[in-house]
DNA sequence: CCTTATTGTAACACAATGATACAATAATAA
DNA sequence: TTATTATTGTATCATTGTGTTACAATAAGG
């Protein structure tokens, strides 16, 4: 687990892993009313990468999502769904990996198997960014969380990637009631609608969101929480339901 | 294009494709009142599957289910769109394709690579009934339309693959306007109604559907239809807009 | 011209949402 | 203690959207 890149990189063949198949994964969290993304920047580079991984030629290809979403956020259990695949041709680039490869004294043969094309199966996935570890796989400098609005030069078009994640997640914020996944377990009313108002772009009206929220029927009111504020003191609140981990299928 | 599948066939190594990746393609067309999907069958085989192919190695994966699309269809310009990639490990099962192969006389080694394991990224397309030729492919007896609440056995999990298709269907049907794409140019409101309810599998009131679908403007009102029968004679729409071809990207 | 089936739409009830208003209430200061 | 202040919870009303019923407007056919 630990040299895992290592093993893939003097696999020449990689053998024992699909050819051709990656999977890039968009991890969510929200921080300081910002939606935050987990990126890994890479070694004697200059790079910040989106977690990924490749699949194991006897594991599903979701279940191999779920192993890069638990080994860099050191969670289980998340929310995690598959939004998109990216197979354009154009995207094929082994420019950066050789270059990571080579900044760790390895000087890959052209027909090396990571040097090849990859089509890339993208995932997106809403943690706990309280109880998020951010951890490096074994090529990284550091694993960090970036603010969608302020985000460093990416790799290949992992940028384009965070981009349609962030349109699935808005689309599907009111269908599916995914946003409570990026909260803290309690929470009140008004972060619930900051989270809202930052994920879809747009101010709500605080009286109907409320209402909205209330009718749905899948919160739970617990305790006031005492802020500390000159005014009335807010619920908390706990999101009741079918702990709804996804994979959709 | 003629002996596509020769090709792959004798191609032991499947040079020129992206390995272990394939396309299934769900075609939708509306017939008598019914959502249809388009299968082939195989030669010396009691088999039906859905539309696919691979992905040539210097090809856009869309672009590949397009040409799937078009090569079956004779259709150019259909609503394509990518809904989720079949990943599972328990999907890898070489028995078939050996047999497709056994029955036309070619035994192929067991490193062949269309015995290897594959990924399948499903796509679904809707078309305009009336104007797709079912075209089989080169190792196909036929290609036809079959009723969705009357399917054959198909190979491996391609009912799945349906099921989620038409389940993705459903969930798109009222947000992204896409009905009218399985209607001939110009239909009345009573055929647009009837798809509606085919596809979400329940009754719509006619006043309310009516009036929604005309208060969405894209409708333009031509002439009236008259149909032969006793009573009043409906209107005959068309639909406007944005000719969307979808591929979502 | 009367019957019949179907279409287009009006009309009303009810539900959902936008918008405003206001009472309740924690802290702080007077 | 009491007034002040900011924020929360919710009531209220207007507006819009949808469910439901009803009915006038027809195309045939007798």
């Known amino acids: ?19 051709g198949l990656a999977i890039d994964t968009v991890i969510f969290g929200f921080h300081d009313n910002q939606l935050k993304v987990l990126l890994l920047s890479y070694k004697n580079s200059s790079l910040y990468a989106l977690p990924g991984g490749f699949i194991h ?28 695949v990216f197979g354009d041709y154009s995207r094929y680039d082994p420019t950066p990996l050789k270059a990571i490869m080579h900044a ?6 052209d027909n090396h198997w990571l040097l090849k094309r990859f089509v890339s199966i993208g995932y997106y996935a ?22 969608l609005d302020d985000l460093p030069v990416l790799m290949q078009d992992h940028r384009q990637i965070i981009e349609k994640a962030l349109q699935t997640l808005q689309n599907n914020l009111d269908q599916k009631l995914i946003g409570f996944n990026l909260l803290t377990d ?39 929480k005492w802020t ?13 339901s079918n702990n709804v981990t996804a994979d959709t299928f």
């Open 1 to 19: 687990m630990n040299k895992e890149f290592e093993q893939q990189e003097s696999n020449i063949s990689g053998e024992g892993f699909l050819p």
């Open 57 to 84: 030629d006897n594991e599903d290809v979701n279940q191999a999502a779920r192993r890069v979403l638990e080994s860099r956020t050191a969670l289980t259990n998340i929310y995690l769904e598959q939004f998109y």
């Open 126 to 147: 809403l943690v706990d960014f309280t109880k998020a570890v951010p951890t490096p796989d074994d090529i990284s400098d550091s694993c960090d969380w970036y603010s």
């Open 228 to 240: 500390g504020g000159a005014h009335k003191a807010p619920y908390l609140y706990r999101f009741i």
């Open 186 to 224: 309690e929470f009140t009313m008004g972060d619930l609608q900051s989270l809202y108002e930052t994920i879809l772009n747009k101010k709500l009206l605080r009286a109907a969101f409320q209402r909205k929220m209330l009718s749905l029927g899948i919160l739970e009111r617990i305790a006031k």
């Open 104 to 109: 760790r004294g390895y000087t890959a043969p």
